[in-house]
């Protein structure tokens, strides 16, 4: 870190090569923090270096333990005995399919960059955290509230990540270090071109008869996805979202982004499982049973 970013707070994010990452990486520099962007290819943190001078890009896996350490050490120099001022535990993977058909080494490998990841990283920079009164923001989405068909894996890591959260904001409340959960719903990144990817990778691990199976459903989900990809919200207001977590005196320990989300998160409360069940259905276009 160089002098120019003396005496600026510091943040850790996560998964900031693309999308949310990235964006608030961006925004937060331009806001005067000093951004440890975690990146998984030296290239992605080339690009962010020319965005701002105050981002410094970090090779980090967070299935990688080598590589959590390093980081927990580059940032540990860097801010000393200030602390770091926030941490946006924001990688993360979609895996889809159908559960019946779904290879057991890929719902382990959901849990384990959604959910183990995480829990590896924040333990890793918490005494960091703990020095500057520090503060937890993970992103999660409308998922971790309401699973979705199909997206089993994905919605059940998220599901855990507002579980951990629940939990780490009472277990850190005697050193005031406060945890928020950021809740998209549709958003403008790359990530539904991944979900889309990992659906149709399913089909090389899987027999044809067995794909067959869930054929109809498959490709209602398909047409769905990218529909929800065109009315996405913009990354930007997810990031607003972040930016209040990290700077209010008073953040919020939820943030449903989107108007979409806040009225069905608020419904769900109330609807009953079938009429809910129904609705999700139609939503996605799949046959009503």
């Known amino acids: ?155 059940a890591s998220k599901h855990a990540l507002e579980a951990i959260s629940d939990a780490l904001r009472l277990e850190l409340r005697a050193w005031r270090i406060r945890v928020s959960v950021i809740e998209p719903g549709s958003t403008a990144t790359p990530i539904w071109a991944k979900s889309l990817a990992a659906t149709d990778s399913l089909a090389d691990k899987v027999s044809d008869d067995a794909i067959g199976l869930y054929k109809g459903d498959l490709d209602a989900m398909r047409l769905a996805t990218r529909k929800l990809a065109d009315a996405a919200l913009p990354v930007d207001t997810v990031v607003r979202c972040v930016v209040h977590a990290l700077t209010a005196r008073r953040p919020w320990t939820r943030y449903p982004v989107g108007l979409n989300v806040n009225l069905l998160l608020r419904a769900y409360k109330w609807i009953p499982d079938r009429i809910w069940d129904w609705m999700i259905q139609r939503s996605l276009g799949l046959p009503t049973v």
């Open 1 to 155: 870190m160089d002098q120019s970013m003396r005496g600026r707070p510091v943040v850790v994010i996560t998964g900031a090569s693309t999308g949310i990452g990235a964006a608030s990486a961006v925004e937060l520099a331009r806001r005067g923090f000093c951004v440890f962007a975690g990146v998984r290819k030296e290239g992605d943190g080339e690009r962010l270096k020319d965005q701002s001078p105050h981002i410094v890009p970090l090779l980090l896996d967070v299935t990688n333990a080598g590589q959590i350490a390093a980081a927990r050490e580059t940032v540990g120099l860097a801010v000393g005995d200030a602390g770091l001022a926030g941490l946006v535990n924001n990688a993360g993977i979609v895996i889809a399919g159908p559960l019946e058909i779904l290879p057991l080494d890929q719902l382990r490998l959901q849990l384990e960059v959604n959910v183990v990841g995480l829990i590896a990283i924040t333990q890793a920079f918490l005494p960091l955290l703990r020095k500057a009164r520090g503060r937890i923001v993970n992103i999660s989405s409308f998922n971790g509230r309401v699973a979705s068909p199909y997206l089993a894996p994905y919605s």
